[in-house]
Nanobody, 127 residues
Framework: VQLQASGGGLVQAGGSLRLSCAASGRTFSTYAMGWFRQAPGKEREFVAAISRSGGSTYYADSVKGRFTISRDNAENTVYLQMNSLKPEDTAVYYC?????????????????????WGQGTQVTVSS
């Protein structure tokens, strides 16, 4: 599985960005997806996850109500819509794929539950 994240950039506080992660190498609907982020000097942290079907989603408390994860299985792409951005959202954002699970509706919030990772896209929110 290859994952290519894009859509990052520089935005003012209160603004919006939409990240995309294009997947290839395996039938996209057979694996769950997640977004993580890592700020300078900090550990990678969970942001959002979505099940194989797209019917289940899960968010970190810090982004709940502001970010929305979605997927288009026909386009082999997962999205992260980020609204009301704050300076503390500044980080490199990574998409990840869980291919090991057989559960159709499960979401996975831990980084060790993922098998493949994209290269990351930088999001910078200015105050």
């Amino acid at each position: 599985v290859q994952l290519q994240a894009s859509g990052g950039g520089l935005v003012q506080a209160g603004g919006s960005l939409r990240l995309s992660c294009a997947a290839s190498g395996r039938t996209f609907s057979t694996y769950a997806m997640g977004w993580f982020r890592q700020a300078p000097g900090k550990e990678r942290e969970f942001v959002a996850a979505i099940s194989r079907s797209g019917g289940s989603t899960y968010y970190a408390d810090s982004v709940k109500g502001r970010f929305t994860i979605s997927r288009d299985n026909a386009e082999n792409t997962v999205y992260l819509q980020m609204n009301s951005l704050k300076p503390e959202d500044t980080a490199v954002y990574y998409c990840a794929a869980n291919i090991r699970s057989n559960y159709y509706s499960s979401c996975f919030p831990r980084s060790d539950e993922y098998d493949y990772w994209g290269q990351g896209t930088q999001v910078t929110v200015s105050s």
